[in-house]
């Protein structure tokens, strides 16, 4: 076990990247998510790694579909806006089989927005983003541990699948300084697959990295379905909290899932049966989490958006048996003693007859 | 849990002092948390960051009622003085606070020219590090000879000695009595 160090949850992030052998960086700065540029740009030398601080996003997102293509681990990174320009090099990736990771370090607002922490792009990493039959597995970190531990998840996952993997971060998980322990060292071998276009040898097929669809005919079909179907059956992660007789179960991700943790715990010291659900993979979404929650009368999530991004994924998951509430604000985390109001109210709802 | 704001100018160790009590957090085995003030901030202006130490998991990064506010200047004390708990515990500059002002009456001030004591000792830099010579005199958060005994180590461990921090630290708390 390795000493515990104090760390922005960006940076967190980033050294975990390389130490899950990550080796090439592409990204352009944008607040809240810079310092991963900021550190990666000094410590990618150090691990003999290439670092770029490329002209755009799309540019950035095209040079790791590049890297990706000759077996290397990559990472391009971004925030709002700039994760937006990265969407057509998502599709892809997609397109292609390209593992590669993409860390969106979530921000407030549509269009330019502002820099501050926000939960508004659930739609957006969940349903694909870019143009195509696609989806991405997302991965949802709650904090600087997370940022690091879930980076060597990534990396291990999109080489799984030969499938981009996105990281949703925000700027609070982001910007907080947090004790962290940091993953062992792993060498990444680029010879470890057949596929990498690093030349074949006289006696071996051509390797072409190229959109799947062209290459495979009728069999693309059940190829992808079988790709998706078996990523929603065997990756679904979460966290589950008191959630067996919980009369009210709370779903929330990020940041979000803390003050959920500790509303939980003052309901319950109300006497009030509250329990949480955290998706740790945002898609897929952890359906199975659900069957547990066989007490529930109600879902309430917690996410620092107004449309309640997550609803439709819980009421898909419990089939709308029980009504789906939202809180939370795009202007701050919800404070604890605010929530626990929030919840005492839809308890009362739930009781006189839902929504 | 311990919430602690701290303020003041750019360049009067505001985010070290933040750093130093989450560093001896993590190193008395607590969870701590440290969140900075960023946005569009001017040079010559304020600095603050929120800490959070405690023996339990960290919910939010954000403080709505602080136990503590380390503030630096008369500005942090304007805008912060205000988040503070009844009872909670407000840290003065009296170098550059005017010593008649008023405060809430349902909060402990406790008072220090640290910025003069910095300079007497030659390490002008380190008014932040009598403020928290203050802090440790003044609250129970850390046992005093631990606290400077991690920020020397603190330092140390980034290749910087620096022998006058500790005389700071400990002019401070004689002040603070």
């Known amino acids: 076990m390795s000493e515990r160090v104090l760390m922005k949850g960006n940076e967190a992030l980033a050294e975990a990247a390389l130490r899950a052998g990550c080796r090439f960086f592409a990204g352009y700065p944008i607040t809240p998510q810079t310092e991963i540029l900021e550190y990666l740009s000094w410590r990618m030398d150090e691990v003999g790694g290439s670092y770029t601080q490329a002209e755009s996003e799309l540019a950035a997102v095209n040079m790791v579909y590049g890297a990706s293509s000759g077996g290397a681990r990559a990472l391009t990174t971004s925030s709002g806006p700039g994760f937006s320009l990265k969407q057509e090099g998502i599709s892809y990736l997609c397109g292609a089989d390209l593992p590669a990771v993409i860390v969106n370090v979530m921000r407030i607002g549509s269009g330019l927005g502002n820099i501050f922490q926000g939960q508004g792009d659930y739609w957006q990493m969940t349903r694909g983003g870019g143009h195509g039959d696609y989806r991405t597995i997302v991965l949802a970190p709650n904090s600087a541990q997370e940022n690091a531990d879930l980076m060597v998840l990534a990396f291990d996952l999109a080489e799984k699948y030969r499938h981009p993997v996105l990281i949703a971060s925000d700027a609070a998980i982001g910007q907080s300084i947090e004790a962290v322990e940091l993953p062992e060292f792993r060498d990444h071998d680029l010879n470890k697959y057949d596929w990498p276009v690093r030349g074949a040898k006289a006696d071996e097929p051509i390797r072409t990295v190229k959109n799947v669809f062209y290459s495979m005919g009728d069999a693309y079909e059940d190829y992808l379905r079988d790709k998706y179907a078996q990523i929603e059956a065997e990756e679904q992660r979460w966290e589950s909290i008191q959630v067996e007789d919980a009369e009210l179960v709370l779903v929330a991700f990020g940041i979000s899932s803390r003050v959920c943790e500790e509303a939980v715990e003052g309901a319950r010291a109300k006497g009030l049966k509250v329990g949480l659900i955290r998706p740790i993979t945002l898609w897929p979404f952890p359906v199975k989490a659900f069957e547990k929650a066989v007490n529930a009368k109600a879902f309430l999530t917690n996410e620092m958006n107004l449309l309640g991004q997550t609803m439709d994924d819980i009421r898909l998951a419990t089939g709308c048996r029980v009504p789906v509430y939202h809180s939370g604000s795009i202007f701050a985390i919800t404070d604890t003693n605010d929530l626990i109001v929030r919840i005492e109210e839809v308890m009362e709802e739930v009781k006189g007859g839902g929504q | ?177």
């Open chain 2, 1 to 177: 849990m311990t919430e602690i704001i701290c303020a003041g100018f750019g360049g009067q160790g505001i985010l070290t002092a933040g750093m130093l009590l989450i560093h001896a957090g993590m190193k008395n085995g607590q969870n701590v948390i440290f969140y900075p003030s960023y946005g569009s901030e001017m040079r010559g202006g304020t600095a603050n960051c929120s800490v959070k130490i405690s023996d339990k998991k960290i919910a939010s990064p954000v403080i709505r009622q602080a136990d503590i506010v380390f503030t630096m200047n008369a500005p942090a004390i304007d805008k912060f003085e205000s988040m503070l708990k009844p009872g909670g515990l407000l840290l003065v500059n009296t170098s550059l606070v005017d010593e008649n002002r008023t405060y809430r009456d349902d909060i402990r001030v406790v008072k220090a020219p640290v910025t003069d004591i910095a300079n007497e000792l030659e390490n002008p830099r380190g008014a932040n590090i009598a403020m928290l010579g203050v802090l440790a005199a003044s609250s129970d958060l850390f046992d005093p000879e631990f606290l400077i005994g991690q920020i020397n180590g603190y330092f140390e461990g980034r290749g910087r000695k620096i022998p006058a921090n500790e005389a700071c630290f400990r002019k401070g708390m004689e002040a603070a009595k």
